[in-house]
């Protein structure tokens, strides 16, 4: 019996599913694993299929193309799978699922104008690694760094390289709008790394205006008060 494309099938429902060869050369890095989810696309018999494995707090779902466009319906079971007609919309859509396993991450970056326009920045579960996911007019992107400076200042040049190209809306004026926004949305990251920065030169020094009793100058300097310094001070502000 044919697999339905409309639906997301339980992994085990699909006659050899493992058997199928995994395409590792498409628009994203795969297999990608997030947590303690898996993202795989197999050239089955069926047709291109997309995998996740896996389980999570927070279910995003697994993503279809129907034609009033895109949905995540929950995952019922810990392995599922989706047929898809064209290897371009499989891509799209694994890349959909691992985006959205990214922005429900605990502390990330999120910025967006719409689903189909928004980048997230978090550090892989488990890992010392980074990750800067996002979808620019449906198509992701994704990329992988060893800090949460270079993960942030990556998201920051995405979200200028998305600003500068033409953002489908559907009129021209919400377009230039929306690039408007995410060029915005580019500085406002910018100014997390650099407010960041900042905060590490204070706590190095932290000893030398404590000492020299120059704190209340330097909280003046700053523009602001000086229990907040001490805060800086903690790391409970300007930090990453």
């Not at 200042?153 to 995405?158: E, G, R």
Request: proline share 5%; hydrophobic share 40%.
């Amino acid at each position: 019996m044919a697999l339905s494309i409309d639906q997301v099938h339980p992994a085990e429902n699909v006659c050899d599913l493992d058997e199928a060869p995994l395409v590792r050369h498409s628009i994203l890095p795969l297999p990608r694993q997030w947590g303690d989810l898996t993202f795989e696309l197999r050239n089955h018999i069926e047709g291109w299929i997309t995998v996740i494995r896996g389980s999570q707090v927070t279910d995003t779902g697994h993503p279809l193309l129907l034609t009033d466009g895109w949905i995540s319906p929950p995952r019922e079971s810990g392995a599922t799978a989706v047929l898809h007609p064209r290897l371009e919309e499989a891509e799209i859509a694994l890349g959909r699922a691992l985006a959205a396993a990214v922005t429900v991450t605990a502390a990330c970056t999120t910025k967006s104008w719409d689903d189909n326009n928004r980048i997230a920045v978090a550090q892989d579960p488990g890992t010392s690694r980074w990750t800067a996911a996002w979808l620019h007019n449906g198509v992701p992107g994704f990329t992988g760094h060893d800090s949460w400076k270079a993960a942030h200042a990556d998201a920051a040049k995405q979200l200028d390289a998305m600003a500068g190209s033409f953002i489908v809306t559907g009129d021209t004026y919400t377009a230039a709008i929306a690039s408007a926004h995410l060029r915005r949305c580019a500085n406002q990251v910018r100014d997390q790394v650099l407010t960041a920065e900042l905060g590490d030169v204070i706590r190095s020094h932290k000893e030398d205006m404590q000492n020299e009793r120059r704190v209340k100058k330097i909280a003046n300097g700053l523009s602001v008060q000086r229990p907040f310094l001490y805060r800086v001070f903690k790391g409970t502000e300007w930090t990453q």
